[in-house]
């Protein structure tokens, strides 16, 4: 079954907000990933993430204004992106551009469907309808 999302003008906001923290997320950790690695260090996803978590607060407030998954998920996928590439099953990972398959992920339990309506964190609930097959 698929269902479509009809999100309200604030909504849309914070879907656009959530989409670009964990696009910021992605390409602050691939950058920190190449310096690191280019000073002969070994990073990885989680301690990417450990420095990433000790400077937000200070340098990047406004990730606070959506659900903590958008900035946590970058770095698992790009700890599985680096697995891949240097198992030769994929290719040297890329910066994200902003309107290019845009998304973020938000944690199964926070997830609530009732009814006709999505409930996510810090979000009202989102009007949603099931997709008529063509």
């Known amino acids: 079954m698929c269902y479509l999302l009809q999100p309200t003008v604030k ?14 997320t ?11 690695y280019k000073a002969g260090l070994k990073p990885s996803g989680m301690s990417l993430k450990s ?4 400077l937000k607060q200070e340098h990047f407030p406004w990730i606070y204004e ?11 996928q790009l700890q599985v992106a680096f697995r891949n590439f240097f198992a030769k099953r ?9 309107g ?6 938000i944690g199964n339990d926070q997830v609530k469907i ?6 996510l964190p810090k979000l009202p609930h989102v009007k949603m309808r099931e997709r008529k097959k063509p």
């Open 114 to 119: 009732t009814d006709n309506y999505l409930k």
């Open 90 to 98: 994929a290719s040297y990972p890329r910066f994200k551009k902003k």
């Open 66 to 76: 959506v659900t903590k998954y958008a900035c946590q998920q970058p770095f698992i």
């Open 51 to 54: 420095n990433f978590n000790t």
């Open 26 to 36: 992605w390409n602050w950790a691939l950058a920190e990933w190449d310096t690191q």
């Open 11 to 24: 909504q849309e906001i914070y879907f656009g907000k959530a989409c670009g923290i964990a696009r910021f």
């Open 100 to 105: 290019i398959h845009d998304s973020f992920y």
